[in-house]
């Protein structure tokens, strides 16, 4: 699924195509694409009509555009295989085609293609969220990520450590720390020298702010290569895909060679997931929370 430097490069494709432009129609192609949307398609599309973009945001792995009026947003989940797209109004519907969203001004419309239609468009008000600002409802619990202005290193530190569980475990924990997933966990894990089954209550603070750090750096330097693209699923809204995936450490690397020490990258698994990591430079701990 799409971390944050994915989600980051589709916010900044949106911030740079839709804002200030008023909503003309919507046609909803799938229901399941809107399916979040508990009052239906036609609801969806009629609270639209007419709306202006005024905002395109995201915290942590989630992104929401805000509406006129500063009370509503359409928030979407990308899921496995969602696609925003910016396309001429003229350009034939793609394969996956699942809600097209139109503008008066008869520039480049918005469409949202998904393939295995897990992901999904809603429109919910705003709320204060948990980290602060304002989130639509169903996200307003997410905490703030690494790469935020407004981030507070030493509060998310012991929020982790207080967390009492493996190390990954509590990274990927949208509720502690946003934004970061297997991939960058698994990243960051490498360069911090930790194992990922580490227990957090023997965490120090000067770990977790390593490994913190260590988690915005390696997101910083994919959002400037256009984010992971495993496959021709991820793109952005202009359907070109990122290239970080070439700069992986360990995430995919199993029986490479490490490019600190030279010791083959195991894989081990986790939460029907997989971790990647270097046995010598992340010896796993003597306790640890599989």
Not at 4 to 30: F, K, M, Y
Not at 38 to 49: K, Q
Not at 65 to 93: K, N, T, Y
Not at 105 to 110: T, V, Y
Request: glycine share 10%; hydrophobic share 40%.
């Amino acid at each position: 699924m799409p971390e944050l430097p994915e989600v980051e490069v589709v916010r900044r494709g949106l911030a740079d195509h839709v804002l200030d432009r008023r909503i003309a129609a919507v046609t909803v192609w799938h229901p399941r694409a809107v399916r979040r949307h508990v009052a239906g398609a036609a609801d969806f599309a009629g609270r639209l009509a007419g709306r202006t973009v005024t905002a395109a945001r995201r915290r942590g792995k989630y992104l929401w555009l805000e509406l006129d009026a500063g009370d509503d947003a359409i928030l979407a989940h990308l899921g496995m295989s969602g696609q925003l797209l910016v396309a001429d109004v003229g350009r034939a519907g793609e394969k996956h085609l699942r809600v097209r969203i139109g503008f008066d001004d008869d520039g480049p419309e918005l469409r949202f293609v998904d393939q295995r239609t897990f992901g999904g468009l809603s429109v919910h008000p705003l709320a204060p969220a948990a980290g602060g600002g304002l989130l639509p409802e169903p996200v307003a619990h997410i905490a703030r990520d690494p790469m935020d202005p407004l981030f507070c290193l030493d509060e998310a530190v012991a929020a982790i450590r207080r967390r009492r569980t493996g190390l990954k475990r509590a990274l990927l924990d949208q509720t502690v720390v946003s934004g970061i997933g297997n991939i960058y966990a698994d990243e960051a894990l490498w360069r911090a020298r930790l194992h990922w089954a580490r227990p957090t209550e023997t965490l120090t603070r000067a770990q977790g702010r390593t490994v913190l750090s260590a988690a915005a750096e390696v997101m910083a330097e994919a959002l400037d290569q256009g984010g992971t693209s495993f496959d021709a699923l991820y793109v952005n809204v202009n359907g070109a895909s990122g290239y970080f995936d070439r700069s992986l450490n360990v995430y995919g690397q199993a029986g490479r060679a490490c490019r600190r020490c030279g010791t083959p990258i195991r894989r081990e698994p986790f939460m029907n997931r997989s971790s990647f990591s270097c046995p010598r430079c992340q010896p796993r701990p003597r306790r640890a929370h599989g």
